[in-house]
């Protein structure tokens, strides 16, 4: 009787094996279902710490810096504001094939601390003073107080042929403060001459 009953269920189950198999496979699917749903959900719901002081440097804490000239990729720059001419150049790809490195080696203090909207321009082997002051000029009016005549630094309020004098013998400057640090100009003079002026 038990042998009968049980090939009665073989043959049930023979007749009907694909109809129970794909409820197999969907019950197994919708189960897996479930669990991933659920599994998801936990996730989105996770609290996370974040410790704020480890976040992106904000916007007030970047400046812009201007790298022209014969360097890898010239443009426009953000970097922090504690940053120095050295990294504006390794972010710019560093100095090209036909850069002047002995310029870049006379010139340009690579530890000098950058400011906000400050711009470097790198000159290629052979290019003359004045066709480096020609190349700022066509971006900026600013007077380069490493690079121009004394005419044009006596055209600046306050500063007379003898003050201009003594800006070109105290070159380079890193950057425009160095007249106060250097002790070039009375900070009177500076406040009236720093918007427009630039050194690189």
Do not use: C, H, W
Request: aromatic share 8%; charged share 20%.
């Amino acid at each position: 009787m038990q042998n009968e009953q049980i090939e009665k269920f073989l043959l049930i189950l023979k007749q009907y094996r694909l109809p129970l198999a794909l409820a197999l496979a969907g019950l197994i699917f919708f189960i897996y279902g479930l669990i991933s749903f659920f599994g998801s959900a936990s996730k989105t719901n996770e609290i996370k710490f974040v410790n704020d002081n480890q976040a992106v440097a904000k916007p007030q804490n970047l400046i812009s810096i201007d790298i022209e000239g014969q360097v890898v990729n010239p443009g426009v720059y953000r970097l922090n504001q504690d940053s120095i001419i050295k990294d504006a150049l390794i972010l710019a790809g560093g100095l090209a094939s036909d850069a002047d490195r002995d310029f870049v080696a006379k010139n340009i203090n690579l530890a000098a601390k950058l400011s906000d909207g400050a711009k470097i321009y790198i000159p290629k082997i052979g290019e003359s003073v004045s066709q480096v002051r020609s190349a700022a000029t066509s971006v900026s009016d600013l007077i380069n107080i490493n690079q121009a005549l004394a005419e044009s630094l006596d055209s600046l309020p306050g500063i007379g042929a003898v003050t201009a004098q003594k800006i070109i013998n105290n070159r380079p400057y890193a950057t425009i403060n160095e007249l106060l640090d250097k002790k070039i100009v009375s900070a009177k003079v500076f406040t009236q001459i720093k918007d427009r002026i630039t050194a690189y």
